[in-house]
């Protein structure tokens, strides 16, 4: 199709119905507007939607494939050439209130030299990100622009949360020095968080490096260079990854060796106490047989001197205990 019509991309519940001037701005997309690789349209939806849902369902501008990716049936990050056109599923951090980072947010576009459709269910900030640039006038002004933009966006908000969760760790191990334990369940967490994000980065990277390496028509040298850029980029925040992985391990090695040390030092006080004790438990019990015959029985001073008696012995344990170097 050299040409769209713009009513054909008239969606009434759409998140962002924009057409590219080329020259990083963005005007409405009108019903008389013609699409062309020179102007592309963007059209944002919220698959949820019911408006939205019904447009992707029926539209003949998307392959049939491209209907169900772009409803939300794909989550792990993948590219595939559907014709004229390249499906991209992408994920990104979740920054929505009341979600942990970790949870992901899913990204997905169908993209040609024309057009640009993109859907999501939870918001995407790095998606607003680029129309606030496109608002001012300083944003993309092709589809391949438009791509590698999202995806430094992405890749920008990944690393932040990598750094993020590498400070963690280093306050954990800064405290694991003093002797203090982490909360329950506070490794556990990071130590998710951090296989999550390697489990989705991973293709990501390859994702965009496969961006980077095909020739697609809409994406020129510059933007391949960059795509390239952004996938290095995030190779490198994936060894951080790995990293960390590596460091929460031995950390929770090293809480368990701390737990441990303090367990058998308590058990080991206790064990010296009684030692000291046992020969005044052993003298307490034979005395209090109530039996006659008890030495100092009938002495008024028996009971004052057995108490003597008992502290003598506790002190030349001890004494003995910290000759033998016990305590």
């Known amino acids: 199709m050299d040409v769209i019509a713009g009513n054909a991309l008239q969606v009434s519940d759409a ?3 924009f057409q590219l001037d080329g020259k990083g701005g963005v005007t409405p997309i009108e019903p008389d507007d013609n699409i062309t690789c020179t102007a592309p349209s963007w059209l944002h939806l919220d698959y949820a939607h019911p408006a939205s849902a019904q447009w992707l369902a029926t539209t003949p501008l998307l392959p049939d494939s491209v209907r169900e990716a772009l409803s939300g049936d794909s989550t792990r990050p993948r590219v595939t050439r559907q014709g ?3 499906m991209i599923t992408l994920r990104g951090i979740n920054f929505n209130a009341n979600s942990r980072p970790d949870q992901l947010v899913t990204f997905r576009v169908y993209i040609t030299d024309k057009m640009i459709i993109s859907t999501r269910h939870r918001k995407v900030y790095s998606i607003d990100e680029v129309v606030n640039d496109l608002q001012s006038g300083v944003g993309p002004t092709n589809s391949g ?3 590698v933009e999202i995806s430094d966006g992405l890749t920008d908000h990944a690393s932040e949360f990598i750094e993020d ?3 963690k760790i280093i306050d954990l191990e800064d405290a694991l020095l003093e002797q203090q334990i982490p909360e329950r369940g506070q490794l556990a967490l990071i130590r998710k968080q951090l296989i999550v994000l390697r489990r989705y980065m991973a293709p990501q990277r390859d994702v965009f490096s496969r961006l980077a390496s095909e020739r697609l028509p809409w994406m020129s040298d510059d933007d391949r260079r960059r795509m390239q850029d952004i996938a290095d980029r995030l190779g490198r925040g994936l060894d951080d990854l790995d990293g960390s992985i590596a460091r929460t391990a031995i950390l929770s090695d090293e809480i368990t060796t701390v737990m441990a040390d303090a367990m058998n030092r308590r058990t080991y006080t206790m064990s010296l106490l009684a030692m000291v004790f046992l ?3 052993f003298l307490t019990g034979l005395f209090g047989v109530n039996l006659g015959g008890i030495p100092g029985g009938s002495d008024p001073l028996g009971f004052a001197a057995f ?7 506790v002190l030349g344990v001890a004494w003995w205990l910290r000759r033998s170097r016990w305590l």
Do not use: F, K, N, R
Request: aromatic fraction near 10%.
């Open 15 to 17: 998140v962002y119905a």
């Open 279 to 281: 020969p005044t438990t």
């Open 145 to 147: 622009s438009w791509l």
């Open 84 to 86: 004229d056109g390249t």
């Open 307 to 313: 108490c003597l008696m008992l502290v003598a012995l």
């Open 165 to 167: 969760l590498h400070d």
